[in-house]
C-alpha cells in the first residue's frame, strides 16, 4: 500500500544523539527496532517537529540540540503528497536556540501554521499512557491537540485566549477603579469570545469523534469503545445546544462578577482552561481512570486510531503517526487489528519497539529499519 501522503526522507543535523543522520523512506510504513536508548524515540520527535508546537516530548528548543552543540540544531524531510514534493526545513542552527525556523520549498514560513497545510501529525508515546489517571490539563492539551488536526486555527486561538487570560489576571492586580474596569471589561470580552470559540470547537470535535467511535463499535472493533465528556457548566450548556452567542455572553458575566474572587485567588476561575476531558470504558461502565494499565492502553489506542480516521474525513489529509512502543502490550490479535486499522486511514506509519518479532503481521508493508548508537541500518 501507497500511503496518500508520506515523508521520503529526513536528515537531522545535532538533534539529540544523532550527530548527522540521512535517511530514505519508501512509500510505506516504518518500523525501527532497537534497544533503549538507542535513539528511536528521538527519531519520531524530529518527525513531530513538522507540526506546530514543541514536538511530542514538549521539550524546550534548547534541550534538543545534540549535547556540546552551539549551533543548534536542523531537521530538513521531504513530504511527498498527490504527487508533489514538499522541502521543510525547521529547526535552530542558523538562529537563537531558543526561536524556532522553519523554511518550506525553499521560503521562509511566517508561521509554523503553515505545517497544517501540508501534512496532520498525530503521535502516541509511552508518556501519554498516564493520561487518564494524571493531571486534568494533560487531558485538556491532549483534546486540543485533536482538534487542532482537523481545525488548524484552534492553535493561535487557545494561544491568544491564554494571553489575553494573563492579560486579565495582571489588571486584578491593579487597584480597583473607573480606568482599571474598562480594561478589565474590554479584556474580559475577548477573553470571553475566545473562550465562547474554545468551548464550541471542543464540542465539535467531541461530538464527530464519539460518531466515529460509535461506527467501530458497530463493527466489532477489538479496541474498546470510549465514551467523551466535556464537563464543566458551560460546557454542559454547550453540549445540550447553547449557542456560542449565549455561552460568550454568560462568560462576560462570569467574569465581571467574579473579579474580586479572582483577584483574591490570584487567576481566572472560569473557562475553558478549567474544563475535565472525561473518558469512560463503555463496555466496563467505568472511568477510564478505574480500569487497569492493559485497559487504558488499549482505551487510549483506540481513541487515538478514531481520531486519526477522523482527522483524514474532516481535513482530506491521511495523517502520518507517531507511534512509539506501540505494540508491546498488544496482544497478537489486538497487533493485528493495530496494523489494519492503521493502513484504513491511508497514511504512513513510524512505529517502534525493542524487538521486531511485534511486527510480524505487518509483513511487507513496512520498511524495517535498527536503531543503534545513533545510526540506522535496513533490515530485509
Known amino acids: 500500500m501507497t500511503p496518500e501522503s508520506f515523508l521520503s526522507s529526513l536528515k537531522l543535523t545535532a538533534f539529540r544523539n544523532y550527530a548527522s543522520l540521512s535517511v530514505a523512506f ?74 524556532r525556523r522553519l523554511r518550506i520549498n525553499g521560503t521562509n514560513a511566517k508561521s509554523a501554521d503553515e505545517l497544517l497545510d501540508l501534512a496532520r501529525i498525530i503521535w502516541l508515546t509511552p508518556a501519554m499512557d498516564g493520561l487518564f489517571t494524571g493531571p486534568a ?21 487557545a494561544a491568544d485566549y491564554e494571553k489575553a487570560m494573563r492579560q486579565r489576571n495582571r489588571l486584578l492586580e491593579e487597584p480597583p477603579g473607573s480606568q482599571t474596569d474598562a480594561w478589565l471589561a474590554a479584556t474580559e470580552a475577548q477573553v470571553a469570545a475566545l473562550g465562547s ?26 479496541f474498546p469503545t470510549a ?24 462568560l462576560i458575566a462570569d467574569y465581571r462578577e467574579g473579579r474580586y474572587r479572582d483577584r483574591a485567588a490570584g487567576r481566572t476561575l472560569t473557562g475553558p482552561h478549567r474544563a475535565e476531558f472525561a473518558i469512560r470504558h463503555a463496555q466496563k461502565d467505568m472511568p477510564a481512570a478505574q480500569c487497569s494499565t492493559g485497559e487504558q492502553k488499549a482505551l487510549l489506542v483506540g481513541l487515538v486510531l478514531a481520531h486519526a480516521a477522523l482527522t483524514r474525513t474532516v481535513s482530506g489529509m491521511a495523517p502520518i503517526m507517531l507511534l512509539d512502543e506501540i505494540a508491546a502490550h498488544l496482544d497478537p490479535a489486538r497487533r493485528a487489528a493495530l496494523f489494519d486499522r492503521i493502513d484504513a486511514v491511508g497514511g504512513q506509519a513510524f512505529m517502534t519497539g525493542t524487538d521486531r518479532s511485534l511486527f ?21
Open 197 to 222: 470559540a474554545i468551548i464550541a470547537a471542543r464540542q465539535e470535535l467531541a461530538g464527530l469523534l464519539s460518531a466515529i467511535i460509535a461506527e467501530r463499535r458497530e463493527s466489532g472493533d477489538p
Open 26 to 99: 519508501e512509500p510505506g510504513h516504518v518500523v525501527l527496532s532497537g534497544p533503549n536508548g538507542a535513539g528511536k524515540t528521538n527519531l519520531l520527535e524530529a518527525v513531530s517537529f513538522l507540526s506546530p508546537g514543541r514536538g511530542l516530548r514538549r521539550a524546550q528548543l534548547a534541550d534538543v540540540a545534540k549535547a556540546g552543540t552551539q549551533s543548534g540544531f536542523a531537521v530538513h524531510a521531504t513530504l511527498e503528497r498527490g504527487g508533489e514534493s514538499y522541502e521543510i526545513g525547521t529547526g535552530t542552527a542558523y538562529g537563537d536556540a531558543g526561536q
Open 137 to 157: 490539563s494533560d487531558r485538556r492539551r491532549f483534546l486540543d491537540r485533536m482538534v487542532l488536526a482537523i481545525d488548524p486555527a484552534h492553535g493561535r486561538r
Open 360 to 380: 510480524e503481521a505487518l509483513g511487507e508493508r513496512a520498511q524495517y529499519l535498527r536503531v543503534e548508537n545513533g545510526a540506522l541500518a535496513r533490515e530485509d
Open 227 to 250: 465514551v467523551l465528556a466535556i464537563e464543566g457548566e458551560l460546557e454542559t450548556a454547550a453540549r445540550e445546544g447553547a449557542a456560542a452567542g449565549e455561552i460568550e455572553e454568560r
